[in-house]
């Protein structure tokens, strides 16, 4: 079964693209990795939270040291990037988490995506 990690499913966007993975495709685990900040609520998919395909991580990907380990529990076959700082007005009051997870959280995604698929 492939095995596919959507970040930031507790939020706007995502929320409704692991509902659409979750019903569209029984043959793929859905894992939902979220971090649950103000912005993320589970009530979002409380519809879908028991399905067999579904699992939900609570985590951050600000962490490096996690990320690396969750990829390399799951060996992930492919990963939909959504967790993100998204909302305009904390930007101007808050810009380092922005800096955190937008980039910092990306590129730690990236490198742990590497390092299983790469070996690097
Ligand atoms: N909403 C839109 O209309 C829209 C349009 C185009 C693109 N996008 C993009 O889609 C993405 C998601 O947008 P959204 O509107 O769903 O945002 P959102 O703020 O509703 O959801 C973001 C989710 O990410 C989670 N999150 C935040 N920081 C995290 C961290 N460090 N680790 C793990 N999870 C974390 C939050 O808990 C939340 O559930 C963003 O990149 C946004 O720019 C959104």
Redesign the pocket.
Same mark, same amino acid.
């Given at each position: 079964m492939k095995k596919i990690l959507i970040? !930031? &499913?507790? !939020?706007?966007? &995502?929320s409704h693209v692991v509902r659409l993975f979750v019903q569209q495709y029984p043959q793929y685990h859905i894992y939902n990795?979220?971090?649950?900040?103000?912005? &993320? *609520?589970l009530e979002n998919l409380t519809d879908i939270e028991n399905e067999p395909n579904y699992t939900f991580i609570k !985590?951050?990907?600000?962490s490096e040291e996690a990320m690396n380990k969750l990829f390399a529990k799951h060996q992930f076959d492919s990963v939909i990037h959504?967790?993100?700082?998204?909302?305009v007005d904390r930007s101007i009051s808050d810009p380092l988490s922005f800096i955190?997870? *937008?980039i910092l !959280?990306t590129v730690n995604l990236l490198n742990a995506a590497k390092s299983i698929w790469h070996g690097n």
């Open positions: 970040t !930031g &499913g507790a !939020g706007f966007i &995502g990795l979220d971090a649950l900040t103000y912005a &993320g *609520n !985590g951050d990907i600000v959504l967790a993100a700082e998204s909302h955190r997870t *937008n !959280g």
